[in-house]
């Protein structure tokens, strides 16, 4: 399981992407699977995470990562590769292994990733990898038939039974392919009832990435109805 170049493995640094590969790395089953990416400082407890240091490849920092990633893979022989979220890096890793199935799980829009942006693209992205999975109806879509829709999966059972407090929280970095700015705009309502006050807690950041326009601070939010 080939984490993207900037996804975190740990308790404390996991994003969407490395919480479900946890969940699909611990699960019992024919395999033994190994989790390999950046490397960390303390990876999830309990799964084979291998750290894939940057290969000297000209080129930019994904291809740099699909060289390490490669050096890995030719130590562990798997049978199967399974790339999440990264086309370029998956088509990388189809060239080095023809004799082995590279599988491409899809979390976002395609069409805004180097090696699918365009129809062309995606047909031969199909063509060169074993399978192409998409964790949403509309991701699916957004790739085109050939995708494979798997959802994302969860154990509800693993969720805390808290007290549900008055509040609205955005989890995700503040940039525009997270819906930042459609998550906020329908908030300034002046004729909402006057009641008792939600909050919008934005979190994550965006340092290298300009917020959405129009996004606002993090503060209280105007009077919503209920």
Same mark, same amino acid.
């Given at each position: 399981?080939?984490?993207?170049?900037?996804?975190? @493995?740990?308790?404390?640094?996991?994003?969407? !992407?490395?919480?479900?590969?946890? #969940?699909?790395?611990?699960?019992?089953? %024919?395999?033994?699977?190994?989790?390999?990416?950046?490397?960390?400082?303390?990876?999830?407890?309990?799964? +084979?995470?291998?750290?894939?240091?940057?290969?000297? @490849?000209?080129?930019?920092?994904? #291809?740099?990562?699909?060289?390490?990633?490669? *050096?890995?893979? +030719?130590?562990?022989?798997?049978?199967? !590769?399974?790339?999440?979220? #990264?086309? %370029?890096?998956?088509?990388?890793?189809?060239? #080095?292994?023809?004799? *082995?199935?590279?599988?491409? @799980?899809?979390?976002?829009?395609?069409?805004?990733?180097?090696?699918?942006?365009?129809?062309?693209d995606r047909i031969a992205l199909a063509d060169r990898l074993a399978r192409v999975v998409a964790v949403s109806d509309h991701i699916g879509r957004r790739f085109g038939a050939t995708a494979t829709v798997l959802p994302n999966c969860i154990d509800l059972a693993e969720i805390p039974a808290l007290p549900k407090e008055r509040l609205i929280l955005f989890a995700g970095r503040v940039v525009s392919d997270k819906g930042a700015d459609a998550f906020v705009a329908p908030w300034p309502c002046r004729s909402c009832p006057a009641g008792g006050r939600r909050w919008w807690v934005p979190t994550g950041s965006a340092p290298t990435a300009p917020k959405p326009p129009g996004s606002p601070p993090c503060a209280p939010a105007p009077p919503l109805p209920g």
């Open positions: 399981m080939v984490l993207p170049p900037r996804e975190g @493995f740990s308790p404390a640094n996991a994003g969407a !992407i490395a919480l479900l590969v946890h #969940r699909l790395a611990a699960r019992k089953g %024919d395999f033994a699977p190994v989790v390999v990416g950046v490397a960390q400082p303390a990876p999830f407890a309990g799964i +084979r995470f291998v750290p894939a240091r940057p290969s000297w @490849f000209p080129g930019n920092r994904a #291809r740099r990562y699909a060289g390490g990633v490669a *050096r890995v893979l +030719r130590r562990e022989d798997p049978a199967l !590769i399974e790339v999440h979220n #990264r086309p %370029d890096v998956a088509c990388f890793l189809a060239e #080095r292994f023809p004799d *082995r199935p590279v599988m491409l @799980f899809l979390h976002n829009d395609p069409r805004g990733m180097d090696r699918a942006k365009t129809q062309t």
